[in-house]
């Protein structure tokens, strides 16, 4: 008998992709859960104004690291929305957006080369880097200049208003290490 014109119903093609499927799906809501809690970061009772600039400076650098995939994701989507009447540089930008998944909101682990430790810092601010070169190689050089800069002031805007009392530093060590730590053997 034929089985022409029917699903073939083997467990190594379908599921297989099935399964990966899945399995992305399931790292992708894990990966961007490891970012902080939307709530959290946009608590009104957080939010007030500094008491000079010094104090400005520090909650930059506290907010900057507590929440930094949260600002990473907020930056992202600001250059997104403005690259919507710019079809290559959305091309590019999706492309690129792929490498941040994997790179950067989607790693468990640290990135490791020639045995040293890349700290996240240092990945984002190349893959930052990286995007932003490639968009302007796209021909959209003032959107993408006036985005990013849009993005980077509602980062350092809020980073300044929120206050720092209310954030667990220690459980992640926001404030502890460089940017190159030598990875143990």
């Not at 608590?43 to 929440?67: C, E, M, Q, V, W």
């Not at 930094?68 to 540089?89: G, Q």
């Not at 468990?108 to 601010?125: G, K, M, N, S």
């Not at 060590?173 to 460089?178: F, L, P, S, Y």
Request: hydrophobic fraction near 50%; charge should be negative.
């Amino acid at each position: 008998m034929t089985s022409y014109g029917t699903i073939p119903s083997s467990s190594d093609g379908g599921s297989s992709k099935v399964e990966f499927l899945s399995r992305a799906k399931e790292r992708i809501q894990t990966g961007l859960g490891v970012s902080r809690p939307w709530k959290q970061m946009f608590d009104l009772h957080s939010i007030n104004i500094p008491h000079g600039f010094a104090d400005a400076i520090s909650r930059i650098k506290t907010n900057f690291g507590y929440f930094r995939m949260n600002y990473a994701m907020i930056v992202l989507v600001i250059l997104f929305l403005s690259l919507l009447w710019n079809p290559i540089s959305l091309i590019v930008f999706v492309v690129s957006m792929a490498a941040w998944l994997f790179l950067y909101f989607l790693r468990d682990e640290p990135l490791v080369i020639f045995h040293y430790t890349i700290d996240d810092r240092v990945v984002l601010a190349v893959l930052f880097v990286v995007t932003v070169v490639l968009l302007l190689l796209t021909g959209a050089t003032m959107n993408i200049i006036l985005s990013v800069l849009i993005g980077l002031a509602v980062v350092v805007v809020h980073a300044a208003l929120r206050k720092t009392d209310d954030l667990c530093l220690d459980e992640d060590g926001v404030e502890a290490g460089g940017f190159l730590a030598a990875s143990s053997p």
